[in-house]
């Protein structure tokens, strides 16, 4: 096919202005348009088709980690240097799928061509999950997505990276229609992309449309500590030293104590009103570490005499030292400590953890497989696959990231075919079924005491990507790592 028309001199620039402006609003920000993350690369790519292979990575990346730097400061509370920093290396990583493509198109049919970006983009996006200490916080395109129910059941199969796969296929697509007209290679491109298009979102709407009813339900309370406790609490004392003194103690145990009598009195009025599983945000309590003992000891007389599942998000503030446990403790009604799980990923820069081993609980109840897990530890897929019913996840946001963290929650339920209980402070709380779809939805800052109560199936179901994984990622990775390698021993073909 001889016909290629590229954007060049000044066209060019504005295809990069506009993908840089559609980008603002695509990536995962708090005021992202979803639509914007299928549309923002096509300017991008028609930008860095049209200029030299390394130049046009330069701009893109510089491009990138700028806006990067704008949506992540717009999310407030982190440092400056470690958020540039960060950006600028996730943007360079994420920008490597347009190099790779600037690289391989021409050498490849039209149609083949089209595959690389979306596959590379996959890969990139997989890699960063993998190594990163962010997981899929930054960078899955999918991660605007989570509200597109049809379209979410894809993740079932392929995980958060299918629905990628299927947003980036747009650019090259549409840049193969600019560059080749309406033809051959076009047709067929554009049919296929279609025809993968309408099978997913018919399937995921039948998948949708013949979900069972579930047989039996479970009346979970989720709660967080009352605005009005937190306030008493900081008028005793706020500790901001970074080790506990011994002369601080008494005055701390007065404010922990504003606290922990503030959950163990709303946990007893949701038990009262039908709670049979009362779940509490990330750090709801705090404890000094030789206090813990006495603390549990109340905690499981109240599983006791109000016969719940108490799940409980304590801070243990440890003796001379500059971290803390953040842990999850879930108690059944026999006051039984069914499990004690310490965070395994602390969000970088921001805390000062003991991790955790990310060896995710599941504990077996009336109520089905109950599992546990603590904020951050939702967005790597891999610490999250695992074979529950329902998954408790004590949360602690802030309110620059209040609805997108809540969000990104929303994939590893449908991965993995369990209902997903998210309890937030500073954050909206919320629960979906096995399905993606909203339970119930609190929102930390319209209210002065945070309660979700919500009534939650009792058995999840199978899906395939609990079975194989990120197959689809390593199938993406070896077929662009394939083509990239045939293109080359092309190249040294034709030139001997």
């Keep these: 096919m001889a016909y ?19 980008g603002l609003v695509a990536a995962n920000g708090e005021w992202s348009i979803p639509i914007a993350g299928w549309l923002f690369s096509i300017g991008l790519m028609r930008f860095t088709r049209g200029t030299g292979a390394l130049t046009g990575f330069a701009c893109v990346a510089s491009a990138s980690t700028a806006t990067s730097v704008i949506l992540v400061a717009a999310a407030g509370q982190l440092t400056v240097l ?63 997505q989570s509200t597109n129910l049809p379209l979410l059941q894809l993740v079932s ?33 554009t049919s296929a992309f279609a025809v993968v298009a309408v099978l ?13 009813t579930a047989p039996n339900l479970v009346r979970i309370a989720g709660i967080s500590v009352s605005l009005a406790a937190e306030d008493r609490m900081r008028e005793i004392d706020n500790f901001h030293t970074p080790r506990l003194l011994p002369e601080q103690k008494p005055v701390l145990r007065r404010a922990f104590a504003v606290l ?23 750090t709801a309590a705090v404890v000094l570490d030789e206090d813990y003992p006495e603390f549990l000891r109340q905690a499981r007389d109240l599983a006791v005499d109000k016969r719940i599942y108490l799940d409980m998000g304590i801070a243990v503030i440890l003796d001379g030292q500059p971290r803390s446990r953040d842990i999850a403790v879930l108690i059944a009604p026999d006051g039984q400590v069914l499990s004690t799980y310490d965070k395994a990923h602390p969000v970088p820069g921001m805390e000062s953890l003991r991790p955790g ?3 995710v609980p599941v504990s077996h109840t009336p109520y089905g497989r109950l599992a546990n ?124």
């Design 4 to 22: 290629l028309a590229c954007a060049t001199g000044w066209r060019k620039y504005l295809w990069l202005a506009a993908g840089i402006g559609t």
């Design 82 to 144: 470690p958020m540039v920093l960060g950006c600028a290396i996730l943007s360079v990583l994420l920008s490597l799928p347009l190099l790779i493509d600037r690289l391989l198109f021409q050498r490849l049919n039209p149609f083949t061509a089209t595959l690389v970006f979306p596959a590379a983009r996959v890969a990139v996006e997989f890699l960063i999950a993998v190594i990163s200490p962010f997981g899929t916080v930054f960078g899955p395109l999918a991660d605007t």
């Design 157 to 189: 199969v392929t995980g958060i990276y299918g629905i990628s796969f299927l947003m980036a296929w747009v650019a090259p697509i549409v840049n193969c229609a600019l560059e080749y007209r309406w033809s051959r290679p076009t047709r067929a491109a």
């Design 200 to 212: 997913v979102f018919a399937g995921g709407g039948l998948r949708l449309a013949l979900a069972p």
């Design 260 to 282: 922990d009598d503030d959950l163990f009195a709303h946990s007893r009025i949701e038990a009262d009103a039908g709670a049979e599983i009362v779940a509490w945000s990330e």
């Design 357 to 359: 081993d990310g060896i």
């Design 373 to 496: 897990v603590i904020c951050f530890d939702a967005d790597f897929p891999g610490t999250l696959r695992t074979r529950a019913d329902i998954m408790l996840v004590p949360a602690n946001d802030w309110k620059g990231i209040a609805r997108t963290h809540s969000a990104n929650a929303v994939f590893r339920a449908v991965e993995n075919g369990y209902s997903l209980v998210r309890q937030t402070s500073n954050g909206i709380a919320i629960t979906v079924d096995a399905y993606g779809v909203p339970l119930a939805r609190t929102n930390y800052f319209g209210t002065a005491q945070q309660s979700m109560v919500v009534s939650v199936p009792t058995r999840g179901t199978w899906t395939i990507y609990g079975v194989v994984g990120d197959l689809f990622a390593w199938l993406c990775g070896a077929g662009v790592t394939g083509v990239a390698a045939l293109a080359a021993v092309r190249g040294i073909g034709r030139r001997g």
